[in-house]
Structures are given as C-alpha cells and as structure tokens.
C-alpha cells in the first residue's frame, strides 16, 4: 500500500451533520430499535436522562418561540396601522384643506391638531428614538417592517409546530426505552427463577 493511501486511511472521519429544520433546530432521532441506543440495563437511566434534557432543550426552545410569536402579533397592528396612516397622507394634495386630527399624548390624555398636506413624516423606531422621513420612504420602511414581521411570525409558528412534533418524539422513544427495561427486568427475573427452579427440582448426589 502507498504511502499516501495510508496517509488516507489515517485520516479523521468528518462528523456527520445533524439534519436541522430551516433555521437550525435539530430534529430529534427516532428510535426505532432500543438495541441502538442502550446496550443493557445498566444504560437505561443515563439514556433516559438524555432524552429527558432533550426534551426540556425543545420545550425551552418552543417557549421563546410562542413569547417572539406574541411580540410579533403585538406589534403587527401597530405597523399596519401606522403604514395606512402614511398611505393615507400620501393622497393628500397640497393645497387641500388641513384636517382634524386627534393624536394622544398618554394614556389618558388627547389633543386635536389640524394636519395640512405633507411630504414628511415622523416614525418612532423605537428606543426613544423618531426620525424625519419622506412619505415615500416612509411607506417602503413600513411596508418591508410588515413584510418582515408576517415572515417571522409564520417562520415562529412553523418552528412551534416543528418543536412539538420533535417533543412527541422523545416521549416516544422515551417510552420504548422504559417499556424495553420493564420487558428485560421482566425476562431477567423469569430467567432467575427458572434457574431456581431446576435448583429445587435436581437431586442430591
């Protein structure tokens, strides 16, 4: 054999890659025979404690999810509501009258204004922090944040989904791992008393 194929089959083999959803979350295995994951029954609990950290790993995962997925729903209307005021004053020609507007100030408190036709509009961003814009540019902002936010927050309920399905799984294969103990504790036990059994039953010497 060559010296570089020797070299070749020294090589460390890649670690295989854990197929992910599309944003990263690892799919959880699938037991399909006990056999590959616990050799005896003295592997049995630190299987089952994996799998348990699996699934507390998910359920954490899946609550985040479910607080961004509230977040987003929260501030969609918002947006939506802001875009439609922006679209609203874009149709505003100049010269037409000004009109009444009631704007709040706090919680409790209201004031009217009279808005003549503009070209500028103020947004908060957030952070204390409102910034000038052209109407144009303030409809595109708006309109790509709404766009961004909808995507989010089909991409979170994707994940929840995708998180409950992954959790399901490791109940499952939590359960065959703990019906395999039950079943070899069981076997283990028959073994024994059969063993002295045919003690009882041989005759001395």
Known sequence: MSTTSK???????????????????????????????????????????????????????????????????????????????????KTRKPGSDPIEATFELNDTLYAKAHVPPTEEVYLWLGANVMLSYPIDEAEELLTGKLAGAKLNLANCEEDQEFLREQITTMEVATARVYNWDVTMKRKEKNEQEAIEDGEKGTPNG
């Open 7 to 89: 070299m070749a089959d020294q090589e460390p083999k890649k670690d295989v890659v854990a197929p992910t959803n599309p944003r990263g979350i690892p799919y959880a295995p699938f037991v399909d025979k006990v056999e590959d994951y616990v050799t005896s029954r003295a592997d049995v609990e630190k299987t089952l404690k994996k799998f348990q950290e699996m699934i507390s790993k998910y359920q954490f995962m899946e609550s985040n999810q479910q607080r961004r997925a509230a977040g987003l729903k929260d501030k969609m209307p918002d947006i939506q509501k802001t875009l439609d005021m922006v679209q609203f004053l």
